[in-house]
């Protein structure tokens, strides 16, 4: 599968974006898709998940302000971003794995997309 990340920008802090990751040569809900984000200086960090059954998880700075939710006939997953904050400044990619749990570590997510730039300052 291959997958294209887009909707990053800058916005002010309180703000809101929605990202999209679309994805071709492949179907997502046959996959655990995943969204994680990279800091300056950071390591790259999961952020939130959509099970091929549809459950989703979130890492625990973001519960409450992210959804993640996905559109079979679009083949695409989102990740609505409320309340956003400077510290989730980052790159944010998405990532699909064919693992059946949940799954939070980058190197068991066989596909990657490129990353699109969320930045959160006033």
């Known amino acids: 599968v291959q997958l294209q990340a887009s909707g990053g920008g800058l916005v002010q802090p309180g703000g809101s974006l929605r990202l999209s990751c679309a994805a071709s040569r492949g179907t997502v809900s046959r996959y655990n898709m995943g969204w994680f984000r990279q800091a300056p200086g950071k390591e790259r960090e999961f952020v939130a998940a959509i099970r091929w059954d549809s459950g989703t998880y979130y890492t625990n700075s973001v519960k409450g302000r992210f959804t993640c939710s996905r559109s079979n006939a679009r083949n695409t997953v989102y990740l609505q971003m409320n309340s956003l904050e400077p510290e989730d400044t980052a790159v944010y990619y998405c990532?699909?794995?064919?693992?059946?749990?949940?799954?939070?570590?980058?190197?068991?997510?066989?596909?990657w997309g490129q990353g699109t730039l969320v930045t959160v300052s006033s």
């Open positions: 990532a699909a794995t064919s693992r059946v749990g949940n799954t939070y570590v980058p190197n068991e997510y066989h596909y």
